[in-house]
């Protein structure tokens, strides 16, 4: 089959893509042919997920490749964002620079681990270190920031319990990137992986109740400390950063399964159903980083 990827890539691409996918998920058809010709510029909450869709596939034995790309100036970003290298398709950069963007973003980066490596840990400081004219940034929104892209990272373990799916590490590894856009105040990041997904992780770790839906897990895994019962790790899940998404006033996207949960602010709340089985969960921050929600507060009173 051919994916045609045509204007942005973000987030509300994913289950589109996710759905044209289904004859080579469900074994129909074994080459996906990916024509980028007229792919715009990506963010990470629609770069990172494609990555993880074209790796699933391949990890499924379809076989897929590249035979459009983007112009010069969009190919160059996604070069540099490592997206050819990390889905095995052929790059056409012979040599990528740093760009004018240089410090304000970290690329598409494998997850071995459930924690943030020493050197990823370095550029995410970095990326709010030089903030232009009439942007500010406090110490408690800087470290809140690394403490929340921390969280999620860790929150990768739940995905790969092997005591839960002994099969689940022949799966790709999940995916992380971030990018911080200068004018509007804001940087996203945004972790995808293709693991046991919320509803199962919750069910398996927790001996629950199966849940009657995916919505329903994403909203139980929102509702409590969700430290892991059957290992190690000091991660409290995604309930805390739930609750500092709204302080913040910035965007939490979570996806998996066949369901949506976008948490904007304090205010606003949308919840979708029925859409493309995901069997993994994407989690997208967009956070403001003018804004001092203090994370390290909320995390000690969920500790309690």
Same mark, same amino acid.
């Given at each position: 089959?051919?994916?045609?990827? /045509? ?9 589109? +893509?996710?759905? *044209?996918?289904?004859?080579?998920? *469900?074994?129909?058809? =074994? ?9 715009? &510029? ?26 459009? +790309? ?7 970003? +996604?070069?540099?964002? =490592? ?14 620079? =740093? ?70 590490? /022949? ?7 971030? *990018? ?63 609750? +500092? ?32 089985? &995901? ?26």
């Amino acid at each position: 089959m051919r994916l045609a990827v /045509t204007g942005t890539v973000n987030a509300a691409i994913f289950d589109s +893509y996710l759905l *044209q996918c289904q004859p080579c998920i *469900q074994g129909t058809d =074994g080459e996906l042919v990916l024509d980028l010709s007229s792919a715009d &510029w990506g963010y990470p909450s629609g770069l990172v997920p494609l990555a993880s869709l074209m790796r699933a596939l391949s990890g499924q034995g379809v076989t897929v490749r590249v035979d459009s +790309y983007p112009d010069k100036s969009v190919c160059s970003y +996604y070069c540099r964002m =490592g997206f050819f290298n990390l889905i095995g398709a052929n790059s056409p950069c012979r040599q990528v620079r =740093g760009g004018t963007g240089e410090g304000r973003f970290i690329e598409i980066t494998e997850l071995r681990h459930p924690q943030i490596e020493a050197e990823k840990r370095t550029k995410l400081v970095g990326l709010l270190r030089r903030l232009p004219e009439g942007v500010n940034a406090t110490g408690v929104s800087r470290s809140s920031f690394i403490d929340a892209c921390g969280e999620l990272v860790s929150n990768t373990r739940h995905a790969y319990e092997a005591r839960i799916d002994n099969t689940i590490g /022949t799966r790709p590894p999940a995916l992380l990137q971030a *990018q911080f856009y200068p004018k509007r105040g804001l940087v996203e990041f945004c972790v995808s992986d293709c693991g046991l997904g919320i509803k199962r992780s919750m069910e398996g770790e927790h001996g629950a109740q199966p849940f009657t839906s995916h919505l329903d897990a994403i909203d139980a895994a929102l509702a409590f400390r969700n430290k892991n019962p059957m290992g190690g790790g000091e991660g409290i899940g995604l309930s805390a950063l739930h609750s +500092y998404i709204k302080k913040n006033g910035g965007t939490l996207r979570i996806r998996s399964g066949d369901a949506l949960k976008v948490q904007q602010g304090d205010r606003r709340t949308t919840s979708t159903q029925q859409l493309p089985g &995901w069997d993994g969960t994407i989690v997208t921050l967009e956070i403001r980083v003018e804004k001092a929600a203090d994370l390290s507060r909320i995390v000690k009173r969920l500790a309690k």
